[in-house]
């Protein structure tokens, strides 16, 4: 049965090779069960109820890839787009985590139409690599900021804006450890190096007393699941025609539109799956399961969800199929019942795993032409400014607006498309309106 409906023979795999990859992108990638409820908390929203939520809805999502779109990618909430909403959205432009669940399940839906019309190839196609991969960079620069923030490695200064944290205090020493701890450990290739980090500093902390209680002594006045019942469904679309609402669904949208289909093109190219411009066949079905897990994740009561590039770990231990997606949501259905630990997972706990992924991202700068500083300053205005505006949305809307403009006033508009012309009139105009 499994063999038909996976194909399994088709694609010279067998069932135990998927369940060993389906475990193993699930150690890679279940750190995302500590490190969203831990950023949510920051907009509002209780703990224990996300940690149900960011399993249910990587669960759904896992589902759809592995039944409907038969792809090994697994999926949850994206880091990235986490801190998007909880510090940016929320945080920064006072929306209530309400308005921004409205905006994600919006942008879902727009997603899943881009795909199902195939306008998702005319818009990827349109936007210059080096611009891409600042944008990526950028991202990764954005988590970093938020993790040095949440472990108190750096402060707020009125002097000089910013300033090194105090490490006399075990919040900055511990979360540098457990980063250091992690590259280690993913240097000698062990599996699950990012959850191991996180679960040995709270191991810690909680040895020496620097953390809560016991789950048991938390009392049971809000269960996970009265929790869960307070965020699910409550999405709230009152401010969606505003203008710095509708610049949120914009920047929603075109991050997870990139960074599925980037993880997407990696993820196959790896598994043998696609040609050599990174397409497969089943690339349009994976895209539509994203992007439905990202609205159906709204409704659930969490930030976009989508494919995780630690879906590679799964790939590279043989992983082919959809069946290694249905296993990766078969756990994390079976790890809801931990949802006590989140009491023993301080923010210096998570911060490590932000920086991790705040690496991988800026990687993608390698991958910037130098040479042409027509291309390499958007893509660098993009890069720097997401951090430094502490905005996905500003950074992104800033690098296209360089990029037309540069290229304009540089005699080079042949270079330019009506995408990048579009996108940097729709900035202009938030700029001009101080939309957000």
């Known amino acids: 049965m499994l063999d038909k409906l996976f194909k399994l023979t088709d694609h010279k795999t067998t069932v135990k090779t998927e369940v060993i990859a389906g475990l193993t992108t699930f150690l890679t990638m279940a750190y995302v069960l500590f490190a969203t409820p831990s950023m949510m908390e920051a907009a509002g929203m209780p703990p224990n109820g996300v940690f149900i939520a960011t399993a249910l809805a990587a669960a759904l999502g896992c589902f759809i890839m592995g039944f409907w779109a038969n792809f090994p990618g697994a999926l949850a909430?994206?880091?990235?787009?986490?801190?998007?909403?909880?510090?940016?959205?929320?945080?920064?432009?006072?929306?209530?985590?309400?308005?921004?669940?409205?905006?994600?399940?919006?942008?879902?839906?727009?997603?899943?139409?881009?795909?199902?019309?195939?306008?998702?190839?005319?818009?990827?196609?349109?936007?210059?690599?080096?611009?891409?991969?600042?944008?990526?960079?950028g991202i990764g620069l954005f988590l970093t900021i938020i993790a040095f923030k949440q472990a108190g490695v750096i402060v707020s200064s009125p002097a000089t804006i910013v300033a090194l944290g105090d490490f006399t205090t075990p919040g900055p020493i511990l979360a540098s450890l457990g980063f250091l701890a992690i590259i280690a450990m993913t240097s000698r290739k062990i599996t699950g190096s990012v959850l191991?980090?996180?679960?040995?500093?709270?191991?810690?902390?909680?040895?020496?007393?620097?953390?809560?209680?016991?789950?048991?002594?938390?009392?049971?006045?809000?269960?996970?699941?009265?929790?869960?019942?307070s965020i699910f469904g409550a999405m709230s679309f009152d401010t969606v025609l505003t203008s710095g609402m509708l610049a949120v669904i914009f920047a929603f949208v075109f991050v997870d539109l990139f960074d599925t289909s980037g993880t997407l093109m990696a993820t196959a190219s790896q598994a043998g799956l696609a040609d050599k411009n990174g397409q497969f066949p089943a690339m349009g079905k994976a895209m539509m399961a994203d992007s439905t897990a990202t609205t159906a994740g709204a409704i659930i009561g969490v930030p976009s969800v989508t494919t995780y590039v630690e879906s590679a770990s799964g790939i590279a231990a043989g992983g082919r199929t959809g069946l290694t997606a249905v296993i990766v949501g078969l756990l994390f259905l079976a790890a809801?019942?931990?949802?006590?630990?989140?009491?023993?997972?301080?923010?210096?706990?998570?911060?490590?795993?932000?920086?991790?992924?705040?690496?991988?991202?800026?990687?993608?700068m390698k991958n910037i032409d130098w040479d042409d500083l027509t291309e390499a300053t958007p893509a660098w205005i993009a890069a720097i400014g997401m951090p430094l505006f502490f905005s996905i949305s500003h950074g992104i809307g800033m690098g296209f607006l360089a990029y037309t403009v540069v290229k304009l006033m540089s005699g080079r508009y042949k270079e330019l498309n009506p995408a990048l012309v579009i996108v940097s009139l729709i900035y202009i105009y938030v700029l001009a309106t101080a939309a957000f």
């Open 196 to 229: 191991w980090g996180i679960l040995g500093i709270s191991i810690i902390a909680y040895v020496f007393g620097l953390t809560g209680s016991a789950p048991a002594s938390s009392g049971p006045e809000v269960s996970a699941t009265e929790a869960l019942a």
């Open 77 to 137: 909430p994206g880091m990235g787009l986490n801190a998007f909403f909880a510090f940016a959205v929320v945080g920064g432009m006072g929306y209530s985590w309400q308005e921004a669940l409205g905006a994600v399940f919006i942008s879902g839906v727009i997603f899943f139409l881009l795909s199902a019309f195939k306008i998702r190839e005319w818009i990827i196609t349109s936007i210059p690599n080096n611009l891409r991969h600042g944008i990526t960079v």
């Open 336 to 364: 809801m019942p931990l949802v006590g630990l989140i009491d023993l997972i301080p923010a210096y706990a998570t911060a490590p795993a932000l920086l991790f992924v705040g690496v991988l991202m800026t990687s993608d």
